[in-house]
């Protein structure tokens, strides 16, 4: 399983024979045999690239939580010291940690650190993450948060859309905007904003999504108007590529959380991190951007 994980990251059986020290012919063998084994066909495989069938998407998903379970197995056998020690990965929002993880590495020399900064959600159990920064509420009741900072959400817009478009003077002129609307549920648009005062107002726009790196560059783009977190958006406020709207009157506080599986807080190195992080990022994490 974990040759066929490896292929699936290094996105071919050449790189990924590369990194795992293996004849190409020698791995290439092995997932045959894995397909012969299951009786169905895990990847197509294509001239420049690998691609997954639905029945590899359910191997690599299933994988990933078994792996992650035999990883933790050992981590437990080994934990007699309750040194922290082992592969330790974390997935980050923005860029106010660096100095965190350098720390971390220098006290504690037998972690390796994989880091991951995204504003994609990431589902920490199926992709094998051990702690999250997450912006936003935690709805995964499989998950541990505990807050860390409270940011607020601004509305931006770029100044090539300002200056097409308007800019509105109040909440009630946002009706006549292209606002991108963000998700409530899964497949539930949000189609209202909240107002500091305590109300909301609708919206509505043409583009809706629920992947935050498609709607920043959506509205760098000048697509429309967006309702997005300080911390996502404060370097390009700093910079004018965008510019906050009706900052006094639309918006509100979100928290920002350590997130990890409770199933994982036994291992030294996640509950040492964890303490550590929450520590640090609460007395360095900068406040939200001053409009």
Request: hydrophobic content about 45%; charged content about 25%; aromatic content about 4%.
């Amino acid at each position: 399983m974990r040759e066929f994980l490896a292929v699936i990251e290094a996105g071919s059986i050449s790189a990924a024979a590369r990194a795992l020290n293996l004849p190409r012919a020698t791995l290439s063998r092995r997932l045959s045999t894995l397909e012969a084994d299951l009786g169905v066909r895990l990847l197509h495989r294509r001239t420049n690239r690998l691609i997954l069938t639905e029945a590899g998407e359910e191997l690599r998903r299933r994988a990933m939580r078994i792996l992650s379970d035999v990883d933790s197995a050992w981590n437990a056998v080994r934990r007699l010291d309750n040194t922290p020690r082992g592969l330790l990965r974390v997935s980050v929002t923005g860029p106010h940690f660096a100095e965190l993880f350098s720390d971390f590495l220098c006290e504690f020399p037998d972690v390796r650190l994989e880091v991951q900064s995204t504003t994609r959600h990431v589902d920490l159990i199926a992709e094998g993450v051990n702690v999250a920064i997450r912006i936003g509420p935690v709805k995964d009741q499989n998950l541990i948060a505990r807050r860390i900072h409270t940011d607020r959400l601004v509305a931006v817009a770029s100044p090539g859309y300002l200056s097409a478009c308007g800019t509105p003077s109040s909440p009630d002129e946002l009706a006549a905007h292209n606002c991108i609307v963000g998700f409530a549920g899964e497949w539930t648009p949000s189609r209202t904003w909240p107002l500091l005062n305590g109300g909301d107002i609708p919206i509505s726009g043409r583009l809706s999504a629920n992947e935050v790196e498609l709607v920043l560059n959506a509205t760098l783009k000048g697509i429309g108007i967006a309702l997005l977190p300080s911390a996502i958006v404060s370097s390009h406020l700093r910079k004018g590529t965008l510019v906050a709207v009706l900052p006094d009157e639309v918006g509100a506080e979100i928290p920002v959380n350590l997130v990890y599986a409770d199933r994982e807080f036994v291992d030294p190195k996640i509950r040492t991190f964890v303490d550590r992080a929450v520590t640090v990022i609460s007395s360095e994490m900068p406040a939200p951007h001053a409009f």
